[in-house]
């Protein structure tokens, strides 16, 4: 069976519900998404790097929630850093985007140590030469690199255990 007719097929068993059809496309969709981004995040880890001024940092709410332990943070960041004589702003803290509940938000307080300040309002900034204006406050590590292959691997690899073993 050829790649594109095994699509079709796989394709056909989603839009009737099968289990086979939906975990391949499920599968297959994490494997690209995560793939992509694990490639971004090691092209993060050569990024050149610059003082800012830091402006803000902290726990956010994210969305509403009825019940404290159902609501979601976020971190939260402003700094500055000037590159060729041109100020920048910007407000991401790292390649991952992580958002928590209320029961486990000083995860996002961990993470936020882990950046370099060196001193109470500076911080090292990591942005893209080719494109300054986008920026973190921490680099891809590679163990967050491992954990996204990971992902992107797990569920294909138990399609193919499940449905061609």
Not at 7 to 28: H, I, P, R, T
Not at 116 to 135: A, L
Request: charged content about 15%; glycine content about 6%.
């Amino acid at each position: 069976m050829d790649v594109l007719s095994y699509l079709q097929q796989m394709f056909d068993l989603a839009l009737e519900g099968k289990l086979q059809g939906v975990w391949f496309w499920a599968s297959f969709y994490t494997l690209v998404v995560c793939l992509y981004s694990t490639y971004f995040q090691i092209q993060t880890r050569f990024w050149a790097s610059t003082h800012g001024k830091l402006h803000e940092l902290g726990v956010e709410r994210f969305g509403s929630a009825n019940e404290r332990s159902e609501q979601q943070y976020h971190g939260k960041a402003l700094y500055s850093y000037h590159i060729k004589g041109k100020t920048y702003h910007g407000t991401r803290i790292s390649p991952w985007l992580f958002v928590t509940n209320y029961n486990a938000k000083d995860l996002l307080a961990k993470q936020q140590a882990g950046i370099d300040r060196p001193t109470q309002s500076s911080v090292t900034v990591y942005y893209n030469p080719k494109k300054p204006k986008k920026s973190f406050l921490l680099k891809a590590n590679k163990f967050g690199i491992s954990v996204t292959l990971i992902i992107a691997i797990v569920p294909f690899l138990s399609y193919i255990g499940r449905f061609h073993a």
